[in-house]
């Protein structure tokens, strides 16, 4: 499967919003906090400060993926919600 965000594009997150299966959701890795992840969530347990997920990565198969098979559950109150992403310019392959 293609990753929904790919190298160069934007996005926008929120702080805050219920988790839920499906959403794409950003956080920092819990093994190196200077990187920030972007990942699908999957399963949720508890809600509210209580709530942590699952992490899931679109293309799994993809060199260098991680996800909570790696990382295990995900804290949600330190996650950011996406609510908008836009494409960067891909080079056109024909010419």
């Known amino acids: 499967m293609r990753p929904t965000v790919g190298p160069g594009d934007g996005l926008l997150a929120m702080r805050g919003g219920s988790i839920r299966r499906g959403q794409l959701r950003v956080f920092q890795d819990p ?18 400060r209580d709530a942590i997920f699952e992490a899931r990565s679109d293309n799994p198969r993809a060199p260098g993926a991680v996800d909570s098979h ?16 836009s494409r960067a310019p891909r080079a056109n392959s024909r010419r």
């Open 31 to 48: 093994r190196r906090s200077t990187r920030w992840l972007v990942k699908r969530v999957g399963d949720v347990y508890g809600a509210g």
């Open 70 to 85: 790696d990382l295990g559950w995900i804290c949600g109150p330190g996650s950011y919600r996406v609510v908008w992403t």
